[in-house]
């Protein structure tokens, strides 16, 4: 399995990806959503088209941006407590496709 990441700071506008815990590169994008919209978010595709052929497992979103030790950590662990404390703390959805249900917080 491959964990990917994608970090964005609102407040310094940095986008960060990460594959398996290691940052692959970063940037500063000029456009960037609101953090407030009605616009729904797609995991995995689009409205449109483009949409992700393959398998997906453990989705969240975060209140905050993660840091790379936080990411590193993440992926180190696989599931251990301090991803567990990390739900608890920050966490804003949570989707694990281990049942189904999706977990808002």
Not at 22 to 34: M, Y
């Amino acid at each position: 399995w491959n964990m990917v990441t994608c970090s964005f700071d609102v407040n310094s506008r940095q986008r960060v990806l990460y594959v398996n815990g290691v940052q692959q590169c970063s940037d500063n994008p000029t456009s960037v959503l609101s953090s407030v919209n009605s616009w729904p978010l797609y995991i995995g595709g689009a409205s449109c088209c483009n949409s992700y052929q393959g398998s997906m497992d453990d989705v969240r979103v975060y209140s905050r941006a993660l840091s790379a030790s936080e990411v590193s950590a993440v992926y180190t662990t696989r599931g251990g407590d301090y991803v567990k404390e990390l739900y608890r703390s920050d966490a804003v959805f949570w989707l694990p496709f281990d049942d189904d249900n999706a977990y808002q917080y």
